[in-house]
């Protein structure tokens, strides 16, 4: 039976991994690798084929026993660790070591481009340490609008960010989730290469604030801000150096870039298309406009 570790999963991307993965990999065993189980199994449903270990990236003593017995590592980087030499060196050292030779790992589109973030640096590791690899590089998540943004929305019905008139391209985390079990469900068809998982819209946070506005009778304004101030609003916030550094980047560099590419690689690998931001919206509306339901 093929055993598929997945980090991060109690997060955006894991907890859809593990969905379709357990909806349509029965013959796999899936093994969550958390910080804390307890927690990790009350924010996971209770699938047959799936079980926990005990897993933390600024650990080191934890790799050896998640790693046993592995065939596929589903790796992501956690928003808040930036430094790859210093935690993704080690860990990859340890799957290696424990016979781990597939590694999946949760870029970012356009990360061939940026060597300043930390997925490049990732990728190359990778790479260069001779596993075999599947990079998922998706474009801007729709589910920020519900997560990271959401307290600003919730509190002055506001999103505040570095990034005037550019365009992102949004993609529904389900859909990510979705392809995402597909690759590793068949790794050797698709190993060596990376997929960038796109939506089919490119917006801006003006044109999304006004289509949210519009579905949710609340009228949410979109302010931007120049980037030094943004960073250091989040350090304020209590955002580390790496972690505001790299949203920062992540939500100016595109004004100085061309449009995202709109990529067919999830429809090609799935046969289906991508979710659309006004079903996205329509389906979280109540959590956007929480503040008006109290
Ligand atoms: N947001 C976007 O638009 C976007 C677009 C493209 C790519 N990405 C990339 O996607 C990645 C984030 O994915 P996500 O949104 O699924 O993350 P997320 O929702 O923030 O979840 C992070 C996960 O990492 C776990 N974690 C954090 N620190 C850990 C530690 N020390 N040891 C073990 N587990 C730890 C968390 O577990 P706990 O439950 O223990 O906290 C959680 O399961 C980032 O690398 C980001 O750059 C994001």
Redesign the pocket.
């Known amino acids: 039976m093929k055993r598929i570790l997945i980090?991060?999963?109690?997060?955006?991307?894991?907890e859809e991994v593990i969905y379709y993965l357990s909806e349509t990999c029965n013959e796999s065993e899936i093994i969550a690798a958390?910080?804390?189980i307890e927690?990790a199994k009350k924010i996971l449903p209770n699938h047959g084929n799936l079980s926990f270990t005990g897993?933390?990236?600024?650990d080191e003593s934890s790799f050896n026993t998640a790693f046993k017995n592995i065939d596929v590592l589903f790796l992501?980087?956690?928003?808040h660790?930036s430094q790859v030499d210093k935690y993704f060196k080690p860990l990859l050292v340890a799957a290696k070591k424990n016979g781990i030779t597939k590694v999946i790992f949760?870029s970012?589109q356009g990360v061939e481009k940026s060597k300043v973030i930390p997925?490049h640096k990732i990728e190359h590791l990778i790479v260069q340490m001779g596993f075999k690899y599947i990079f998922v590089r998706?474009s801007?998540?729709m589910q920020?609008l519900t997560t990271t943004l959401l307290p600003e929305i919730l509190k002055n019905q506001s999103i505040t960010l570095p990034a005037g008139q550019a365009k992102f391209n949004w993609i529904d985390v389900k859909n990510i989730g979705e392809v995402t079990a597909i690759l590793i469900k068949s790794f050797d068809k698709y190993q060596n290469r990376a997929y960038e998982i796109t939506g089919t819209e490119n917006r801006s946070f003006q044109e999304v604030t006004d289509l949210m506005s519009q579905i949710t009778g609340v009228n949410i304004s979109f302010k931007n801000i120049n980037p030094l101030s943004f960073f250091f609003k989040k350090k304020k916030e209590g955002a580390s150096n790496g972690f505001a550094l790299v949203i920062t980047i992540l939500h100016f560099l595109p004004r100085l870039q061309k449009e995202p590419r709109i990529s067919d690689d999830f429809s090609v690998i799935t046969g289906k298309k991508t979710n659309k931001l006004k079903e996205f919206i329509e389906r979280e509306k109540e959590k956007i406009t929480k503040h008006k339901l109290q």
């Open positions: 980090s991060g999963a109690t997060g955006n991307i894991g958390v910080r804390n927690n897993f933390d990236f600024e992501l980087r956690p928003p660790i949760l970012v997925h998706p801007y998540f920020n």
